[in-house]
């Protein structure tokens, strides 16, 4: 937020927790409970996640939905539908042309999990060099292009409230910052906590430091996911956790703020490790109401396409819900002509919605409701 802070409220201000990262000890009586729950709830998710057969297919529109609620979280507003058209019509210029910055924004955070997760499952260790390549792909359009993508921020920034004009908390100087990221970078690779409480802290001492001008929410929200992938918790990158911190959100900033303000980091793991329980839960259902709508769909598809390009038009459409006949095409790689025929079929048997018509050289908009609704839940 703003750097000229004289007009703000700052009698709740609470600054950087100099020299007292990482914590010297938790209080591990309190923590035995909800990290015992937290460790079988997201286990359960992981084993649906090695059930599934292709997990990417399956639970990409869950990435889409993820930055769609971490965006929001920062003021950002768009929908899933609207993330999803933007990305089906990215190389139409004038669909391209007539997004909101908000949805395009959106989507580049989307852009920038599907980076990240490919750049971990390269061999990549996440480090500073990972964390800036992701902020300046995020603030490579729009209102955080002027914020120095992918560069640490030179001026004292603050975490407040611009509408009401209230500063809530006065992250780590500049100055400090380069060897601090050291040390959070130091602590992810080396310290022998239990993984889970690594995560949690690496988590809020992230947003502590926040390190950039902007984005620094949700990176750090990107960051619990390819740390739990990392410290091999979950075998595959898909567990968001926004929408649990967006439920709770005053609760999350408030703990966050009392890791500095009183040095209660058992209090911010508690809640952190009550998130990973709630949304492995969460994600569970989700993941396995698309897996059982995945089985449903396929005597359908098979019988409507009536070809040996059946299963490839499903995976194509799963993994893509709105989606144009080009697209189709080159997802599945069936002959343009079989691909305007199911896409037909699936229209008048009513599993696809027409959401645009075809125009001149733009081709038709399709919209596969049947796993939109389970998405947008």
């Known amino acids: 937020m703003a750097t000229n802070i004289e007009q703000y409220d700052q009698r709740d201000l609470v600054d950087y927790h100099y020299g ?40 990409a529109p869950l990435r889409q939905n993820e930055a769609v609620i971490s965006s929001r979280m920062e003021g950002t507003i768009s929908t899933v539908d609207e993330v999803m058209i933007y990305e089906a019509e990215e190389n139409d210029e004038q669909g391209s042309l007539s997004a909101r910055n908000d949805v395009v924004e959106v989507a580049l955070y989307s852009a920038v999990l599907r980076r990240a997760q490919t750049l971990v499952a390269e061999g990549i260790p996440i480090n500073e060099g990972l964390i800036k390549n992701a902020h300046r792909i995020l603030l490579s359009f729009g209102r955080g292009a002027s914020k120095s993508p992918g560069e640490y921020k030179s001026e004292q920034n603050y975490v407040g409230d611009d509408f009401r004009k209230i500063i809530h908390f006065k992250p780590i100087a500049p100055l400090h910052l380069q060897p601090a990221m050291n040390d959070l970078v130091q602590f992810i690779q080396s310290s022998t906590l239990l993984p889970l409480f690594k995560v949690a802290i690496a988590h809020v001492e992230f947003e502590a430091l926040h390190p950039f001008n902007d984005g620094n929410g949700r990176i750090g929200r ?3 996911t390819l740390l739990l992938w990392q410290f091999q918790l979950i075998h595959k990158p898909h567990f968001y956790v926004s929408a649990f911190f967006e439920t709770n959100k005053d609760q999350y900033i408030q703990l966050m703020r009392g890791v500095s303000k009183d040095g209660d980091w058992t209090s911010w793991v508690a809640f952190f490790l009550e998130a990973i329980a709630a949304q492995s839960e969460a994600n569970l259902k989700t993941a396995q109401r698309i897996s059982d709508l995945y089985d449903e769909m396929k005597a359908p598809f098979r019988e409507i396409s009536a070809s040996k390009w059946h299963l490839a038009a499903q995976d194509s459409i799963f993994e893509n819900p709105i989606f144009k006949n080009s697209q189709l095409i080159k997802k599945s790689g069936m002959p343009k002509h079989v691909a305007i025929r199911i896409t037909k079929l699936l229209h008048e048997r009513g599993l696809l919605r027409e959401i645009r018509s075809a125009s001149g050289r733009r081709g038709a908009l399709y919209l596969f409701e049947p796993l939109m609704k389970i998405v947008r839940a």
């Open 20 to 59: 007292k990262f990482p914590p010297a000890n938790l209080d591990l009586a309190r923590l035995i409970a909800p990290l015992a729950r937290a460790q079988s709830a997201i286990a359960r998710y992981d084993q649906m996640l090695l059930s599934l057969p292709n997990s990417e297919l399956l639970l």
């Open 222 to 224: 990107l960051l619990i």
